[in-house]
RNA sequence: GCUCAAGUGGCGGAAUUGGUAGACGCGCUGGAUUCAAAAUCCAGUUCUUUCGAGAGUGUGGGUUCGAUUCCCACCUUGAGUACCA
């Protein structure tokens, strides 16, 4: 093998990886430890395109690092393998869904062992394996056995709140749940049915059954999330879509704000995804104001962080939603009132959202008393105000906040004004400044920050209202009506949910003839005939059995696609573990993840929830640590060129064969001009339009025989489309006969080209994905230039962190550093080294490389030391370097960007052990030093002049060379320096 | 609307704490080699220029001996979020 054979390399040592378990990872070592995670992928149908494996190979790099660094390195992979889009497919073609994802998985795989990944793959896990999910099962069995002990701010055993029930009842015991439990003693508690009991440990549970409001499309019977759904109807189909209230099953992520807050201090991950989180938990602090009802015993709580503006209200307005609603509704009005809510409910919380503009309400006819002055104050109900925030009614204040401001004037409400010297006359007055407040009783004349305060104490002292924190974040549904998930391991005894024991895990999906909601409108798992839990034999057994006394009904609904992936990274410790979701010696080994690397979209998802999770199990004492992610980076996407072309055609209004219309293409030139045609369009170009118009016309009149069509700016109608970018030449031309080969639809089509008879396309830069025609396959790039060009160019392309264009064109330059490097090793195609000691200028050049790659990768600046590896390679080039002392340093530098040549190179070094167990080497600065007097001094202006270094001293080294230095005096001329201005490693300023 | 990030050659992008702006690569130009091509190698490549030099990191100010970098205002683009009381 002389010249450099990419492929025969890569071949050899990705079976030489996997046949010596090269990456293997063991769990108990001297080394210390490091794990590295990549979030793990979906498997989908249409396999993996070049933006895909850009973060795999940023952690794949970092990990062989710290493996030459001497760590004991975990670095796994796995498949979030529960879904949608396999789901999707069974129910179009009966292929069962993990037929579908084995499938997938088999070739993801094969990409990935392309690209020479140091995965340890004996820790493979797979979200929809049933020996993985029986520990998701109990993971949730445990969250159902817990609740939120908020004196301790953790989580508990269950069995811990009910002997507190039986001891002092609940009113004394403080948990994050639901503030509708009734108070009740622990005489009580012990006369309390079995189901009035599970009833109300039910309101405490971590995971418990709640009544959620859902989007349901009727015709669909399923539940909709709120993407699936645009204005107002499905995305598939166009149905409607109702807001429903449904048993559902949920997770009290609530409990933990606060503690998901507080813990963002605590991890180094991007400052834009802790933003996004903090913004999503969406702490503000605030007050809770009560208001009596007039004429009835009720009262109105309200949330607000304005108490300062307590004098401004002018009316209270509640959610549509809310209960004391139909409470207080007086007579006249109810008709009114429920016509509004029922208009409301029809509409889904995004378009109410969406339809920002329109003011709508009802009042109710009822009034509230202000606790200060005593006034009456109308209640009115509006859809600007929100259910699930805060306490879904709002303290009207219009003077101050500009949404009540445009309902009190679209509804001709009082608008009182409480700030000193303002006008309010054409907006509300929002600030929270030092502006004093008047008309305010006893707040007149204070600013905002002390009125908060003295009104707060005020309100505390007439128990009228108290300090809150409110949270935006809601509990979290956790049930799917679906048939590709997790099942719940749950079965129910007069509609209490009863967990399955532990040791009857995994609880298996069954089998189901339809993956569609049944008719009656039951989830997929509905059509399963076994699926009803035997309390004797505890096993699975027909439904036909169910007699409600030993054989029950079991959960219909599955788990959500977060469950499996709130906890893999734990799983990857101790895969193969039967007895437990992971040992205790793996998880105090391995501890937490140390390096996370993925995409920004699950910030409030995955990323939120997993947190959560783990904050849970360190409670329970599963866990050692309550923040599984030390540090976490986001890789920027790798964006598509699309190529698009135009369709031309002509929308006439008379009697009219369209299917005979040809399909006319134009190049994007053409279409440019044609849409150009306007007045001040240039006469020449006016006349070449006209030209192509003409032309349309006659080409369109005969083929519909008889028909007088006239093509102009008016029936023109010009559309884009995409085409395949591998039909698409680097300077834009169509291959136009390819073209016509690729889609039948294209057979006959007419191109209007330009005229020098090229078809130009336009190019666009989009998000890469099969529909737009413009992904690029690894494979593809592997089969022609090596995975280790592959992995040098994605490095090479940008910043790790930023989105950047894929441009295939540019991996040449990578692909010839390569060859450079190997040509380093050869002279006339034969392997030759040196042994003679190396000079110093290649010393300089290694250790120069050492100190920035090394300095590159603790930085994750993975794109500048591909920069610097051309740069040492060319200058070893030019010195004629060959020698081992050189060479094998650098090889190691390289191995984890590019391994393969790295191992072959190494092996023909005559080494036997594989090049990732090498040490990395070590920096030394003492060849960066070299004699100043070559260094040039320039003189710039009076003041100061500049000398050129490239040192890596001491400021005070530094300037004892400079002022000693024989062109320094010179320019000096005897004058002495005012400041010496010194930046090490590089530029020496001496202010004259 | 709000929050955040970013604006540097034909292109992707370098530039450490404020210290030679444009590293490195692509592309382009010229040359060597070759019957020719590919491959490879060498030289050049921010703009303007009267060849002295001058201008230049989105725009306009400011701080500084010195600003791509720091401060203020504005413009543009991208991302996230949104009746949050």
Redo the contacts with the bound molecule.
């Keep these: 093998m002389a010249k450099y054979n990419h492929r025969e390399i890569e071949k050899k040592w990705q079976e030489f990886w996997s046949k010596n378990e090269t990456f293997k990872a063991s769990n108990n070592s001297k080394k210390p430890k490091y794990y590295v995670l990549d979030m793990f992928p979906y498997p989908s149908g249409s396999g993996l395109h070049v933006g895909h494996p850009l973060g795999y190979i940023a952690s794949d790099i970092y990990a062989r690092y710290k493996r030459h660094k001497g760590f004991n390195v975990l670095h796994p992979q796995g498949y979030d393998s529960f879904g949608l889009p396999a789901e999707q497919y069974a129910i179009e073609t009966g292929q069962h869904p993990s037929m579908t994802t084995k499938e997938n998985i088999e070739t993801y795989r094969k990409q990935l062992d392309k690209m020479g990944f140091s995965y340890d793959w004996s820790r493979e896990v797979r979200t929809s394996n049933p020996k993985y999910y029986k520990w998701t099962q109990w993971v949730f069995i445990q969250l159902f056995n817990s609740w939120y002990n908020k004196n301790l701010e953790k989580a508990e055993d269950i069995s811990r709140l009910i002997s507190i029930f039986e001891k002092e009842g609940n009113t004394i015991v403080r948990a994050a749940s639901d503030d509708d439990v009734m108070p009740f003693t622990s005489d009580a508690w012990k006369s309390f049915s079995s189901i009035k009991r599970q009833e109300i440990l039910l309101k405490y549970r971590l995971a418990f059954l709640s009544e959620t409001e859902v989007n349901w499309c009727p015709y669909l019977k399923t539940v909709l999330a709120n993407d699936e759904i645009v204005n107002g109807v499905s995305e598939r189909g166009g149905h409607r879509v109702v807001r429903k209230k449904m048993t559902q099953w949920s997770m009290r992520i609530s409990a933990y704000s606060q503690r998901l807050l507080d813990g963002l201090s605590t991890i180094d991950w991007p400052?834009?995804l802790k933003?996004?989180q903090a913004?999503?938990i969406?702490r503000?602090q605030?007050v809770i104001i009560y208001f009596k009802i007039a004429n009835c015993n009720l009262k109105i709580e309200v949330?607000?962080?304005?108490p300062d503006t307590i004098f401004g209200v002018s009316f209270i307005t509640l959610?549509p939603e809310h209960e004391l609603v139909g409470k207080i509704t007086v007579k006249a009005q109810k008709e009114k009132v429920e016509r509004y809510i029922e208009a409301t409910a029809s509409r889904s919380?995004r378009d109410?959202?969406s339809?920002?503009e329109?003011v709508?309400g009802e009042f109710t006819g009822a009034y509230a008393i202000h606790p200060f002055t005593d006034k009456k104050i109308q209640i009115w109900i509006g859809?600007?105000?929100?259910l699930n925030?805060?306490?879904?009614a709002?303290?009207s204040?219009p003077c101050g906040?500009q949404?009540d401001y445009d309902f009190a004037k679209y509804f001709n409400i009082s608008i009182p004004n409480i700030f000193e010297n303002t006008d309010i006359s054409e907006k509300a007055f929002v600030e929270k400044g030092e502006t004093k407040l008047i008309n305010s009783s006893f707040l007149n004349g204070m600013s905002y920050k002390k009125a908060v305060k003295t009104v707060i104490s005020e309100l505390e002292k007439r128990c009228v209202g108290y300090e809150k924190i409110n949270y935006?974040m809601h509990d979290a549904v956790f049930s799917r009506q679906r048939y590709w998930g997790e099942p719940f391991p749950v079965y129910y005894v007069n509609g209490m949910p009863q967990m399955i024991d532990e040791k009857h895990l995994p609880i298996k999906l069954p089998k189901v003839e339809k993956y569609l909601p049944t008719e009656d409108g039951k989830p997929p798992l509905g059509n399963a005939e076994i699926w009803a839990w035997d309390t004797k034999t505890n096993t699975i057994v027909s439904n036909d059995k169910i007699d409600n006394k030993v054989v029950f009904p079991m959960e219909l609904n599955t788990m959500p696609g977060w469950a499996g992936s709130s906890w893999y990274f734990n799983r990857y410790m101790d895969v193969n573990n039967d007895n437990e979701f992971a040992s205790k010696e793996s998880l105090d080994y391995w501890k937490e993840v140390d390096l996370y690397i993925g995409g920004?979209?699950h910030?409030?998802g995955h990323l939120l929830y997993s947190r959560f999770w783990q904050k849970f199990l360190y409670d329970r004492g599963f866990v050692p640590a309550d923040e599984y992610a030390k540090k976490m980076i986001n890789q920027g996407m790798i964006l598509g060129r699309s190529a698009f072309i135009y369709v031309i055609s002509c929308k006439a209004d008379f009697n009219f064969n369209y299917n005979s219309l040809p399909t006319v293409l134009v190049s994007s030139e053409v279409a440019k001009e044609l849409k150009q045609n306007s007045l001040e369009t240039k006469e020449e170009l006016k006349i070449k339009i006209e030209k192509i118009d003409a032309e349309l016309s006659n080409l369109y009149c005969e083929r519909n025989k008889g028909s007088d069509i006239k093509v102009s700016l008016d029936t023109r109608v010009i559309l884009p489309i995409h085409v395949d970018i591998s039909l698409v030449n680097t300077s834009d031309e169509l291959d136009m006969e390819s073209f016509k080969n690729w889609s039948s639809e294209f057979k006959d089509a007419i191109f209007i080209s330009e005229e020098n008879g090229t078809f130009k396309a336009k190019r666009e830069v989009e998000k890469m994905s099969k529909s737009k025609l413009n992904v690029i396959n690894p494979d593809d790039i592997c089969e022609e230039y090596g995975a280790d060009s592959l992995r040098l160019f994605e490095m090479?392309?940008?910043?790790l962190e930023?989105?950047?264009?894929w441009?295939t064109?540019?991996i040449?330059?990578?692909y010839?550093?390569l060859?450079?490097l190997w040509r380093l090793f050869h002279s006339r195609d034969v392997f030759e080294v040196s042994d003679s000691t190396p000079t110093k200028g290649e010393r300089k050049t290694l250790h120069k490389t050492i100190k920035k790659v090394e300095?590159d990768i603790e930085s994750f600046?993975f794109?500048?030391s591909?920069?610097t590896f051309?740069?040492a390679v060319?200058e070893l080039?030019?010195l004629k370097c060959n020698k081992r002392a050189i060479l094998e340093p650098l090889l190691v530098l390289i191995s984890p960007y590019a391994p393969h040549i790295a191992e072959e190179l190494w092996s023909k070094l005559g080494y036997k052990t594989s090049i990732s167990t090498v040490t990395f080497p070590k920096f030394d600065a003492k060849y960066l030093v070299e004699n100043t007097k070559n260094y040039p001094i320039s003189f710039n202006?009076k003041?100061?002049f500049?000398l050129?270094l490239s040192l890596d001293l001491s400021k005070h080294e530094i300037e004892k060379i400079v002022m000693t230095n024989e062109k320094t005096q010179a320019q000096l001329k005897g004058r002495i320096p005012k400041k010496v201005?010194i930046?090490?490693?590089?530029?020496v300023?001496i202010?004259g």
């Design positions: 400052q834009p933003d996004s913004n999503w969406g503000s605030g949330f607000t962080t304005r959610a919380e109410r959202i339809d920002i329109r709508s859809d600007y105000v929100l925030y805060g306490k879904g709002v303290m204040v906040d949404r935006r920004s979209e910030a409030t090479f392309l940008g910043p930023q989105s950047k264009p441009n064109a540019g040449s330059g990578v010839s550093f060859k450079k300095e600046s794109n500048t591909v920069s051309m740069i060319n080039t030019a202006g003041m100061r500049t050129n201005i930046v090490p490693g590089k530029i300023n202010v």
